[in-house]
């Protein structure tokens, strides 16, 4: 099982942009449906963004229109390109494979003027 390390996270002003990178340790060649969660404070961890091997893609309606998943098999890295931050998106982000495998530390994103 491949083990999954977040990066890329930050303080942004609102309106901002960060993107969130998710490196393998091996190939993601094969898996078939990577995806992003965050978990806010005081909240259970949510499903944000969802990419399969064929560039199927699901977001939560809280991102939609904001947010862009993506997957690059060469360098066995998932992406999350987050425009027009807001407040309520500060978490700390995960990224995870299905079947599910161990969460790793995440990456906090912090919304804030």
């Known amino acids: 099982q491949v083990q999954l390390v977040e990066s890329g996270g930050g303080l942004v002003q609102p309106g901002g942009s960060l993107r969130l990178s998710c490196r393998a340790s091996?190939?993601?060649?094969?898996?078939?449906?990577m995806d992003w969660y965050r978990q806010a404070p005081g909240k259970e961890r949510e499903l944000v963004a969802s990419?399969?091997?064929?560039?199927?893609?699901y977001y939560a309606d809280s991102v939609k229109g904001r947010f862009s998943i993506s997957r690059d098999n060469a360098k066995n890295t998932m992406y999350l390109q987050m425009n027009s931050l807001k407040p309520e998106d500060t978490a700390v982000y995960y990224c995870?494979?299905?079947?599910?495998?161990?969460w790793g530390r995440g990456t906090q994103v912090t919304v804030s003027s």
């Open positions: 990419i399969t091997s064929i560039g199927n893609i």
């Open positions: 091996g190939s993601i060649f094969s898996i078939a449906v």
């Open positions: 995870n494979s299905r079947p599910r495998g161990d």
